[in-house]
């Protein structure tokens, strides 16, 4: 008999309604895809509920993005991506998901697929070698745009659509690498000119070495807990108010329908529909810069401007003195110098620079007395989020 | 034509990823036919392809060959990148995001023929060509023949 003695409080508050599988067999005649849409189909039917209803996801192999796009799942708050088994970790995180109302209903699933490396009667079959491409559809390399060169399209296609010009893009970089030259953690400090940034080398037009993320060896960690217990710990502590993630069913890079219809943006709306703050509330914006140009969406989709507005919003929030953003003359935007000058941390850098902010313990520039800082990792396709700190 | 057995489409794709929901794309590239599947129930056409129909969750999507005509939604320049036969960096290797006129929001990426870097534009006509690259048929757009 339990004794209830650890905390526990989603007990009892979740349950499972709807349950699918598939034949188990040595040869299927599917792929993983296959599988995976027909239990998906098979469960989300027994719950009584359509592709609609779901609005979270979570699975191994197949890739949560590609499996939302094929059963049509319109937009989900939540998703894990976690490639590999085992299966019980997309089960715990659904099952928190939803109590914590990121997400109404969760789909979770497995796919079990026997491989080349694994069995010797399918070591024969093309379908199940041990594979070196990437788990999606694309076009043979290098005529593709998944990976890296997708945000070099994107950016072209911004700047077409826009009206927007190279000198938008260096404004990010330059900003960052301002803000890196008062950071002694920064990988990459040395300032950098509007002269420089348009004479540097092209790797990918219309994106330069500066427009890239500054790669590097590093890690970050966290240490989290309740907010209760987090009173009687030493530092002060940074409270999560809201942290979401967005994805949207056009989440391959040739198929998103526009520049309005990202995951920043299904991301930005789930944040903000759980927050009692305001965009008004926020003293530092950390957004994702893994490339330039997911800065610039991030400001429109966050809901400093409009669609399109973000080179016209950051002209006039800059400070020619100080050569970077500062919003309303106060907000800093990625004072570290972001993924493009203080390292390519994939987020984590921003997450740590928010949390040092709040503590007034910036290691660059510190916003006085900042409350509130807004992290938004991610990019455009697949891995979008948005966490909301406070003190 | 002559067939081209799933083990054949693997061994001259070495680098692709290969199911059997894209066997049939690939199969398509080496016999020079852009195959696209399209929904048997509702019409819908999608690229990438997946086993099932996203609109209507039909499993009756069949790879069907394409007009080749469309416009260009976005391109990039690649500088560098791993070496490849045929394939020059130095002077910039052109990928090119095509809208098809099939349906809105279905493109096929690409590379292009007869028509310089400068002259690459958003929104320019194109019709599918294909090239040779290390004796493997590529599919690749040129400039549409202005009307
Ligand atoms: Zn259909």
Redesign the interface.
């Known amino acids: 008999m339990g004794t209830m003695t650890v905390r526990y409080p989603v007990r009892d508050q979740v349950a499972i309604v709807g349950v699918g599988t598939t034949p188990y067999s040595r040869d299927s005649?599917?792929?993983?895809?296959?599988l995976v849409?027909d239990a998906a189909?098979a469960a989300i039917k027994d719950a009584g509920l359509t592709?609609k209803d779901v609005d979270g996801i979570a699975g191994t192999w197949v890739r949560a993005e590609?499996a939302q796009?094929?059963?049509?799942i319109p937009a989900v708050n939540y998703y894990l991506n976690t490639r590999l088994p085992p299966f019980s970790q997309q089960v715990v995180a659904g099952i928190n998901a939803v109590f914590s109302g990121l997400c109404d209903t969760m789909l979770v699933y497995h796919c079990a697929y026997r491989m080349g490396g694994t069995s010797r009667s399918a070591g024969g079959d093309?379908?199940r070698?041990s594979?070196?491409?990437?788990?999606?559809?694309?076009?043979?390399?290098?005529?593709?745009?998944t990976g890296a060169?997708c945000y070099?399209?994107?950016a072209?296609?911004y700047i077409?659509?826009y009206g927007a010009s190279r000198e938008d893009l260096g404004r990010i970089a330059i900003n960052n690498r301002t803000n890196a030259g008062h950071n002694e953690h920064a990988a990459a400090r040395k300032p950098l000119t509007m002269d420089e940034y348009l004479g540097a080398?092209?790797?990918?037009?219309?994106?330069t070495v500066f427009d890239m993320d500054y790669t590097i060896d590093g890690a970050d960690a966290f240490i989290i807990t309740t907010a209760e217990r987090a009173r009687d710990l030493p530092q002060k502590p940074v409270i999560v108010h809201a942290a979401v993630l967005g994805q949207t069913?056009?989440g391959?890079e040739?198929?998103l329908?526009d520049l309005t219809d990202t995951g920043l943006k299904v991301a930005a709306d789930a944040l903000w529909a759980r927050s009692e703050l305001t965009l008004d509330d926020v003293d530092v914006f950390m957004p994702y810069d893994g490339f330039s140009v997911i800065t610039l969406k991030w400001f429109e989709a966050i809901g400093y401007c409009g669609v399109g507005e973000a080179p016209g919003f950051v002209m006039d929030n800059w400070n020619e003195d100080a050569d970077r953003i500062e919003i309303r003359g106060r907000v800093s935007v990625n004072p570290h110098g972001g993924s493009l000058s203080e390292g390519a941390s994939q987020s984590a850098g921003h997450m740590r620079e928010a949390v040092n902010q709040l503590r007034g313990q910036a290691s660059g520039l510190q916003v006085e007395g900042a409350r509130t800082a807004l992290v938004a990792p991610g990019g455009f396709f697949y891995n979008a989020g948005a966490m909301l700190f406070r003190t | 034509m002559s067939e081209i057995t799933d083990q054949q489409v693997a061994d001259r794709l070495p680098d692709m990823w290969l199911d059997r929901d894209n066997v049939e794309f690939y199969r398509g590239l080496l016999q020079r036919r852009l195959l696209i599947n399209r929904c048997a129930d509702c019409g819908r056409w999608q690229q990438p392809p997946f086993p099932i129909c996203p609109s209507c969750w039909s499993d009756d999507v069949r790879p069907t060959e394409v007009s080749g005509e469309g416009t260009i939604h976005s391109f990039t320049i690649l500088r560098a990148g791993p070496p490849l036969p045929g394939v020059d960096y130095a002077s910039g290797h052109p990928v090119v995001v095509v809208e098809l006129a099939e349906q809105q929001g279905v493109r096929v990426t690409a590379t292009t023929a007869d028509v310089a870097h400068e002259e690459l534009r958003v929104g320019m006509p194109v019709t599918l060509t294909w090239v040779d690259r290390g004796g493997e048929p590529v599919p690749a757009f040129r400039p549409a023949a202005s009307a």
């Open positions: 005649g599917k792929s993983e895809m296959g849409v189909r592709a590609l796009a094929a059963l049509g093309p379908f070698v594979r070196r491409g990437m788990p999606r559809p694309l076009s043979p390399f290098p005529d593709t745009i060169a070099a399209s994107w072209n296609r077409e659509e080398r092209m790797v990918r037009d219309p994106l069913d056009h391959v040739e198929d329908p």
